[in-house]
């Protein structure tokens, strides 16, 4: 039987389905990666894709640019554990304990490929992750 802490604890699939709900509501572009048999073993859950602007000041020749780029974001949904939790920012750790090995191995491949990367546990979680990397810097 499972004790109680454990059946009070979200599942899986309503943090991920508030988690599409939030991020369907922003500028850009959501998707949840497919499971099972269909899916590519250990892709993060959800995908996000939004435009990035950033302005850059040059010298040679003077002036400011606007940048345009793709931010692409995934996230790797778990159910929040038991006792204290790993900081949302030392994602190195979040990783070694809860993600799979080869879930693992795909989010490196994935930053390599510059995709940003997390394990989470709610909606709040995704918006600190956006709030802290969608910016727009000037030089």
């Keep these: 039987m499972a004790d109680f802490d ?3 604890r979200p599942k899986e699939k309503a943090i991920t389905n508030r988690i599409m709900k939030y991020l369907k509501s922003l500028p850009g572009f959501a998707w949840k990666q497919a ?3 269909y899916g590519t073993a ?3 859950d959800i995908f996000y894709v939004k435009w990035q602007e950033q302005a850059v000041r040059t010298d040679e020749p003077p002036g400011v640019y606007m940048l345009r780029f793709p931010a692409v974001f995934a996230f790797e949904v778990k ?3 038991k006792g204290k939790e790993i900081p ?3 994602q190195f750790k979040r990783r070694q304990r809860e993600a799979t090995d080869i879930q ?3 989010m490196s491949q ?3 490929a510059g ?3 997390y394990v989470v546990h709610s909606k709040e979680e995704v918006q600190k992750v956006l709030e802290d990397a969608l910016y727009v810097a000037w030089y």
Excluded: I
């Design 104 to 106: 693992d191995a795909v």
């Design 42 to 44: 250990g892709m993060p």
């Design 35 to 37: 499971g099972g048999m």
């Design 88 to 90: 949302l920012e030392d």
């Design 79 to 81: 159910r929040p554990g």
């Design 110 to 112: 994935l930053e390599a």
């Design 115 to 117: 995709v940003g990367c």
């Design 6 to 8: 454990s059946l009070h």
